[in-house]
């Protein structure tokens, strides 16, 4: 069965701090692994990464992947208030099944 | 359409009827998901389509829940005499077979009474 772990459960920071967010697995014929942001109902893409050691980069955003040691870090610089949502990990299977991580709840403080 | 939509966005319900949610995915995705979210928990996988047929039913948590999927398109999760731990957010995704990037509807919140 995969299985996606996420780590810490929950972080609270204040504005311009850095913030590393950590998702581990384990799955059965490894397609890709995606970051999505959930601030209210629906989860918003970040990054897809299927390739080890390749950073994605989106502004103060960036994430990388090994494929080696099966996890992959998101990276958020300069915190500010509005990065505060649940960060969500996932990975995707050989059968496009998208397996989820449970979330770290991110709260970023003035 | 521009994105995958759901419908409605907002049910209430009694304990005890039963429920259909909808969801349309964005057109020509192959891959269809079902999640549920309740209060302050992370995402339960339910149900996956590839085209009509559910490869991995094994997330529906009771007989009560059943879902299909239509012409590759449409999807209908259908809760029958819903339970007060019945009520969360349902989302659903859908993909490309090849692109495995999963695009979210805005969500069903169910509430159960």
């Known amino acids: 069965e995969d299985k996606v772990v996420q780590s810490p459960l929950s972080l609270v920071v204040h504005e311009g701090d850095t913030v590393t967010l950590n998702c581990s697995y384990e799955?059965?014929?490894?397609?890709?692994l995606l970051w999505y942001k959930q601030e209210k109902k629906a989860p918003t893409f970040l990054f897809m990464l299927?390739?080890?050691?390749i950073e994605k980069k989106s502004g103060r955003l960036s994430s990388i992947l090994d494929k080696k040691e099966l996890f992959s870090i998101l990276n958020i610089t300069a915190t500010q208030t509005g990065d505060s949502a649940v960060y969500l990990c996932?990975?995707?299977?050989?059968?496009?099944?998208?397996?989820f991580g449970g979330g770290t709840r991110l709260m970023v403080k003035p | 359409g521009a994105g995958v939509s759901q419908s409605p966005s907002n049910k209430v319900t009694e304990k005890g009827k039963d429920v259909e949610l909808r969801c349309d995915p964005i057109?020509?995705?192959?891959?269809l998901y079902w999640y549920r979210q309740s209060l302050g928990q992370g995402l339960e996988f339910l149900i996956y389509?590839?085209?009509?047929?559910?490869?991995?039913k094994s997330g529906l948590p009771s007989d009560r829940f059943s879902a299909e999927r239509t012409g590759g398109s449409v999807s209908t999760l259908t809760i029958q005499r819903t339970q007060q731990e019945d009520s969360a957010v349902y989302l659903c995704a859908s993909s490309f077979q090849q692109e495995w990037r999963a695009f979210f509807g805005q969500g069903t919140r169910l509430t159960v009474v």
């Open positions: 996932a990975v995707n299977n050989a059968g496009n099944m998208l397996t």
């Open positions: 389509f590839q085209g009509n047929s559910a490869p991995d």
């Open positions: 299927t390739s080890s050691g």
């Open positions: 799955v059965t014929n490894f397609r890709s």
């Open positions: 057109s020509g995705h192959t891959a």
